[in-house]
């Protein structure tokens, strides 16, 4: 069974560590918009994937839309990038979430253990969406797409607001159990919480 900082995941850290390099290295000038939107069509490929997988796995669709904040992250990140303009307001209430989140879930996937196999859908997908969203944020940064200030920071707690209440929309409009860390400490085993 795949377990954190197990093969499977240092396989999968060093993966990441050289796609990361690789797009450091790249100059700017050679990263087209064009790129730009095929990441982001990649990892709304990668959520899609993703969710459907979890779908399949809880034997219904009722949890079809994401409830995390990586995974409404990735999904509304991916949609901003193939339909708004550079640098909209949009990117600062989504792209800092979508980073540090991802982030910290490449590091620690607390999910990887959930099949014999990391290569199990709900796994595999997981860990691809949360690599891309790191990827494109980080393309986003180096070609001006998003250009994070202090002008524009006022966007990220409105974004985190509307994080809130669509989760609250999820728990008391679709029913679900748990969403955006809204009902369980943000982490386990410790008083940090809503």
């Not at 079809?64 to 990140?77: D, Q, R």
């Not at 709900?122 to 944020?137: K, P, Q």
């Not at 070609?143 to 409105?158: A, E, L, S, Y």
């Not at 209440?165 to 999820?170: K, P, S």
Request: positive net charge.
């Amino acid at each position: 069974m795949p377990r954190v900082f197990g093969f499977e995941h240092g396989i999968f850290l060093v993966i990441v560590g050289i796609i990361i390099s690789v797009i450091i290295m790249i100059p700017k000038t050679r990263i087209t918009n064009k790129h730009t939107k095929i990441i982001a069509f990649a990892l709304l490929v990668a959520i899609m994937w993703n969710r459907i997988a979890i779908a399949f796995y809880n034997h219904t669709f009722a949890t079809i839309l994401p409830g995390t904040f990586c995974g409404a992250s990735s999904l509304t990140l991916a949609f901003g990038v193939l339909i708004l303009k550079r640098n909209h307001p949009f990117f600062h209430s989504v792209a800092y979430i979508a980073l540090l989140g991802s982030l910290i879930t490449i590091i620690y996937p607390d999910f990887i253990g959930q099949a014999e196999s990391v290569f199990h859908g709900r796994t595999i997908s997981g860990l691809v969406h949360h690599a891309l969203s790191v990827i494109l944020v980080l393309i986003l940064l180096k070609t001006k797409h998003w250009q994070p200030g202090w002008h524009q920071w006022h966007w990220t707690p409105i974004g985190l607001s509307a994080y809130m209440l669509y989760g609250l929309l999820l728990i008391y409009g679709l029913n679900y159990n748990n969403a955006m860390l809204i009902r369980e400490p943000i982490l386990e085993n410790t008083p940090l919480t809503w």
